[in-house]
């Protein structure tokens, strides 16, 4: 049962982002994004993470899609902005290049050895709960990277004003 | 808590200009930056003295991270002495642009003090975002937008790639911190996982060092974003990107087709950007297809890491964000009337209108093309030499073609700013300290060609931190 839950989040995941890559219409592309996370969500349990799960419904699905919504809709782009492309006469090469790196990571993934690393075993997440594991975590061993993270969120909200800010004249 | 004063200048620095913008400080922008350029390089002087471990060991500063520091902050200090000259800037946004470059430099520092996969990504990203954002920080409607497009669509996707290393590393070891993996992975090195791992990793550092197959937005952003946007882009990444892919590097010399595969992307790389460059006319661009060829040979180091070639590429990177520095400081002088990148034409007269710089960008083109007695020749000498002590001959043969292919189109540019003649190029007087700086920057070229072993002993001491 467990597998076969796995291999419809997998596979739904896949299919969805390929469908999104190639919708014409960009709010048909929000909206499967939508059920794309969704779907996540529903891996993560698997996972036994159930506030990853939680975490990506309310926060991806809740807010962030609903601020690429509105992104979408401030700025209606009434013409395909159309640029000529990047590296000519390349599109096979990206074709190769995409089949090379599949074929890697398929032969790669053979060398995966099943078992658990490092010090959250199943078992102790179940003792613990995955919310209070999470949290010790985040907050002794990755106190770093979670204190710095939040210099990067600084830097996007300046950098959002600062963008939006329009050229003096004269100046 | 002397230990941290590097960081914690950069910090103030970022700090001081987010309030800046508010408008609560009254002092002149660009004597701000000025003095915390100043500060900065004198900080992390003094940090050179001090060692510790912070966060859980997730964060060590030892001689090999603080040697990065201070080449960092040398840079960042450099940079801003060629602030104080904005010219295609957006003069609106100088503020913000100043806090950018504050907290970009911040982000590469503390990327080369993380010995945790996790602090590092995210300390790169720290250092990353600014630098999209000020890409487009340009007069008028130019190129900046499409360039800054260009520069994030290929950071995320080597992110992506780097992210994923990580994840392999990480299921192989169990754990992100170096020291960590370290200890577990020794018997699983000859698990294809691990050189997977690796590979995907250093192809996020090779974006930033924009070498081979990763090199294709250089150009770009280079002529498309303002000058001064691409003295810092051009100069500071790249170190720390070299600190990084010396650290990983260093853990997983073991496997035999990470050198391999490195040794090719090397030479691809010297050879892709040299041939590029021939046909330029622009100077930007020229500088741009440059530095991948120079990344080129800074890969070189990475295949002879315990022949000497961790040193030598530490040094190289080191005269590298120099020389680039001092290429850039002229070419915001030549800039500011351009849609989009500079013509090689407008440095005509350069000798006539300012010596001075006219002299610092000949010993800086002459460096970069390798010829002695400059930095730049003691640099590819050591690189190559260890190359060859590693058994490469082949990559030591093709490096010795590639410097001879780049000696023709530096000299075309030394050629066109000393000996052809233009009236009418609009450049303004130097100030009185960018003279002073641009004099200090060709003599520490010249001295660090002649005497390359002060530098290249604290390279040596930095590497045995490494290693211990």
Known sequence: ?171 | MLSLLPETTLAAAALFFFFKNLELFKLESKKAVLLFGLAAASASVIGLFFHGEFFNGAYRVDNFSRFFTLLISFAYMIACIIFTRLKECDQSRVDEFFFFTSMAALGLVMAVGSVELMSMFIALEVSSYPMYIITTFRKGLGRQFEASVKYIIFGAVSTALMLYGISYIYGLSGSTFLVDIASTLPPKLGNPMAALGVLLFMGGLGYKLAAFPFHFWAPDVYSGAASEVTTFIAALPKITATALLIRIAHLFTGIEIVPLTISVLAVLSMTAGNLMALGQTGLKRLLAYSAVSHAGFILVGLIALGNGGAQAAMFYASVYALMSLAAFMVAVEASGRDPVDIPIERLKGLWRKSPVMAVMLTIALASLAGLPPTAGFAGKLFLLISAWKAGFEWVVIAGVINTFIGIYYYLKVIKTCLVSDGRENGFAPAPFYLKAASVVMAATMILLGIFPNTLLDMAGSAFRALVM
Request: glycine share 10%; no cysteine; aromatic share 14%.
């Open chain 1, 1 to 171: 049962m467990v597998q076969f839950l796995f291999f419809y989040f997998a596979i739904a995941v896949i299919g969805l982002g390929i469908t999104i890559v190639n919708s014409r219409n960009p709010v048909h592309g929000v909206l499967l994004m939508l059920v794309l996370f969704f779907h996540m969500a529903g891996l993560y349990l698997l996972l036994n993470a159930e506030f990853l799960a939680a975490v990506q419904v309310i926060v991806y699905a809740g807010a962030i899609l609903v601020l690429y919504l509105f992104v979408l809709f401030l700025v209606t782009l009434r013409e395909e902005v159309r640029i000529s492309p990047f590296i000519e006469k390349g599109y096979w090469m990206g074709f190769v290049i995409a089949i090379a790196m599949f074929i890697t990571f398929i032969k790669g993934i053979q060398n995966f050895t099943l078992g658990e690393h490092g010090a959250y075993t199943i078992e102790k997440i179940g003792q613990l709960t995955h919310t209070k594991a999470m949290g010790e975590a985040i907050y002794t061993t990755y106190i770093l990277p979670f204190e710095v993270a939040g210099l990067i969120l600084l830097v996007a909200v300046v950098g959002g004003i600062a963008l939006a800010k329009r050229e003096r004249k004269g100046a």
